[in-house]
């Protein structure tokens, strides 16, 4: 039986299914999913005027949680998926970040032989670390479940760095999403020019500035992550930078919360561990303390000694406790021994008031240099701090050998098309006396190399004119390499006759802290260790590396393991980084104290030579076979700097003397006779033309052209018509060199009249003949 439908019954019946569906389901599920409608957004509102604004709800709705973030015409999306359940056995918080510059989003197509992106650039390898480093101390010590950040550039333009927004947009991500994260975060990149700071300052305003700083912190004004570069900036500056920066962040984490309450997905539970038995951790620490605590006490005790002694103990521990409790997994109880470990570790440091080594908060470990170390080495050094050794060479090669960067990495610094400076940081396995594979570059390098770059880069000349290469080879590590690689690169340079502005050092600011309850918010106690070890490194819960010379810092790189610090840590670490610094440098000083005067004979030279327009082909060769041949023999490299001149770089001052034999050998292989302007000469025909014939005046003379309208007082369309042929001589009158083109100008057509003066002919004898 068929059922008819009229139009009113039609309507009510879709407004029911509207009433129904509206029902069924929450308002804030509904907002996200909904493709129809504008997405939430809102807008973060800076001291300065400048805004950032977030939205979400819009894109990639199957991820977890999505979030837009746009400043300018710089729009940044980051997604956060999480997967459903934890990895059995996983050991650590699995947390991969994704971040790729597209040359789309700048409307630009990649210039390699693909045409399209291929791997991650050190640019996008370091932001992606600077992402990670400031989320993940957020997350809950028991979350073990694979997550993954991928931040996918929307639109670029050329004031605004995207690397900024895609932390807030990552921060908002992991806020609205069901993923356990205790954030939100708020991220600002800061800037000093004149003593004014500025917050998230433009690319042009970055170029005069003098501090490039970008602070993450969270709420309670707490700094989670630092990181930054400036040209020896004052320690008042800085300071005032970084407070600055907290306060600003602040704003974007109140819209985030606002986001959140209104449109966030209720959070997972987090899995936390199986539950111990107490008689187990009982049984573990008991067995273990006394002994640990003898192990953290001898101050005889090195990396390896120490190290031993835990694994003995370790094994030990497990052996018999798992004699006890045959059904526990000897993987739970070799985690209980890590707790017990970090605890008494930690506990040791407050009630003693010294650490691990001996040595009191404050003191430094013993250091020594030496610099000069290879003759064949342009510089050299050799820094040693305790159980910290890195073996630093510096090599000078001609501007040519600059690294040139492809339009979107020149985009993302500045507009800086090369680079004349690079430092690279290599920390082979036996430097912890570990068994690995030595292959690519790893992240952890990557990033040391560039903390170290920054840290030097501001002492060095605008204006050198040798490409520098610094390469900082870890030979020993306990802790602190990377400021490590900036004392021995700056002794390095130095030694190199680099005329850095001032000799600069880094050091490693450590953290280990006491608080009132599990929420890690409200501080009980702290203690601020200067020059870590690796093992405080690794029980503590800050790595604080700061870098300058004894004016001024050059560069800052905080990570913490905690949810944030007071500001009042910051700053009492900031001050013991200072204090350590002079001390450093002071060491340094009786190494070397200032570039080296006196130059080496390794070391290259570069000179100017002026070559006349004529005998640029002469000098170059045929198909450039002479300069080939200059360089295959003795190293030396000529590059054209215009017309009229030629640099000439040579690895030594014996390869620059070779070279200039060659030169001279290739320029003057025969006398050249001296042409009297306005002298009749005897010219002989060595090639006919449309436009004219070639002719020369002396056997070794290259072909000069004498033109059609210089042949005849007749006009004439081709040189056949007055019956030339080559090797016919005719009489050519010489009116000098065009000074444009350095040509010679030379008339026949003047001749053709009464005798002006008598035929000099240049064959026979240059000498003889010659005006």
Not at 274 to 283: I, N, R
Request: charged share 25%.
């Amino acid at each position: 039986m068929a059922m008819i439908f009229t139009r009113k019954t039609l309507k009510l019946l879709n407004y029911r299914l509207r009433c129904l569906s509206s029902s069924s389901s929450s308002p804030k599920r509904r907002i996200q999913s909904s493709s129809a409608g504008e997405a939430p957004s809102v807008e973060v509102n800076f001291s300065n005027g400048r805004n950032m604004t977030f939205s979400s709800g819009r894109l990639a709705r199957f991820a977890n949680g999505t979030a837009v973030c746009q400043m300018g015409d710089t729009a940044v999306m980051v997604t956060a998926v999480a997967k459903s359940k934890p990895n059995p056995g996983q050991g650590f918080m699995p947390l991969v970040v994704d971040y790729r510059l597209k040359n789309a989003a700048s409307g630009r197509i990649p210039m390699n032989f693909m045409r399209r992106e291929l791997g991650p650039s050190e640019k996008e390898i370091l932001s992606a670390r600077l992402i990670d480093r400031s989320l993940r101390p957020l997350f809950h010590k028991d979350y073990r479940t694979e997550t993954q950040l991928v931040c996918n550039m929307l639109a670029m333009d050329a004031v605004h760095s995207p690397d900024i927004l895609a932390i807030n947009a990552a921060s908002m991500a992991l806020s609205i999403s069901d993923i356990p994260w205790n954030g939100p975060i708020g991220a600002v990149r800061v800037g000093l020019c004149d003593g004014e700071v500025l917050i998230n300052p433009t690319r042009r305003e970055l170029q005069s500035s003098q501090l490039d700083l970008v602070v993450s912190a969270t709420k309670q004004n707490l700094v989670v992550m630092l990181e930054g570069k400036g040209n020896v900036v004052l320690q008042q500056d800085l300071l005032k930078a970084i407070k600055q920066g907290t306060r600003e962040a602040q704003f974007i984490i109140h819209e985030i919360e606002r986001l959140q309450k209104a449109y966030g997905r209720q959070k997972r539970e987090v899995e936390s561990a199986s539950q111990v038995d107490p008689e187990l951790e009982q049984a573990v620490k008991s067995m273990c303390e006394m002994r640990l605590r003898e192990i953290f006490q001898d101050a005889q005790h090195d990396k390896i000694s120490r190290d031993n002694a835990v694994n003995e103990v370790r094994s030990n521990v497990i052996d018999k406790v798992w004699s006890s409790f045959p059904d526990t997994e000897p993987s739970q109880i070799g985690e209980q021994f890590n707790q017990a470990c970090r605890a008494i570790f930690r506990e040791l440091i407050f009630e003693r008031g010294l650490r691990c080594d001996g040595r009191d908060f404050d003191q430094l470990r013993n250091i020594s240099c030496q610099v000069d170390m290879y003759k064949p080495l342009h510089g050299s050094a050799l820094f040693q701090r305790g159980q910290t050794q890195v073996f630093c060479t510096v090599s000078l090669d001609s501007p040519e050998s600059a690294m040139k960067l492809d339009s979107l990495a020149a985009l993302e610094s500045g507009g800086l098309k090369a680079k004349n400076f690079m430092l690279h940081y290599e920390f082979p396995p036996y430097a912890t006396g570990e068994v690995g594979r030595i292959g690519p570059v790893g992240r952890r390098e990557l990033g040391h190399g560039a903390l170290a770059e920054k840290s030097l880069l501001p002492t060095l000349p605008n204006d050198y004119p040798f490409t520098v290469r610094l390469t900082s080879e870890v030979l020993e590590s306990n802790g602190s390499s990377s400021m490590a690689s900036v004392c021995g690169g700056s002794l390095a340079l130095m030694d190199a006759g680099v005329p850095v502005s001032a000799p600069a050092a880094g050091v490693a600011i450590g953290l280990v802290t006491k608080f009132e309850n599990e929420d890690t918010k409200h501080l009980k106690d702290y203690r601020i260790l200067t020059d870590i070890l690796g093992i405080e490194d690794y029980m503590g819960d800050m790595d604080m590396k700061v870098a300058g010379t004894r004016k001024g810092f050059t560069a800052i790189q905080a990570d913490l393991k905690i949810p944030g610090i007071p500001l009042k840590v910051v700053m009492e670490s900031l001050q013991k980084a200072t204090d350590a610094k002079s001390k450093i440098l002071d060491i340094m000083g009786d190494a070397i104290r200032e570039p080296r005067k006196y130059p080496k004979e390794s070391w290259p030279v570069s000179e100017t030579l002026t070559v006349e327009p004529q005998q640029r082909a002469q000098l170059i060769g045929p198909s450039g076979l002479h300069m080939k041949r200059i360089y295959l023999e003795t190293g030396a490299s000529l590059t054209a700097a215009d017309e009229t001149h030629f640099n000439v770089f040579a690895p030594s001052q014996a390869a620059m003397d070779e070279a200039k034999e060659l030169i001279e050998g290739y320029m003057v292989k025969e006398r050249v006779p001296d042409l009297e302007f306005g002298g009749i000469y005897t010219a002989k025909i060595t090639e006919m033309r449309d436009t004219g014939v070639m002719v020369i005046l002396y056997p070794s003379m290259p072909p000069a052209l004498l033109h059609n309208s210089q042949l005849d007082q007749r006009k004439i369309a081709h040189p056949s018509a007055l019956n030339l042929e080559v090797g016919q001589e005719i009489q050519v009158k010489y009116f000098g060199r065009d000074p444009v083109s350095g040509f010679m100008r030379l008339s026949r057509k003047v001749l053709q009249g009464p005798a002006l003066g008598i035929p000099r002919s240049l064959n026979k004898s240059a000498g003889e003949n010659g005006a």
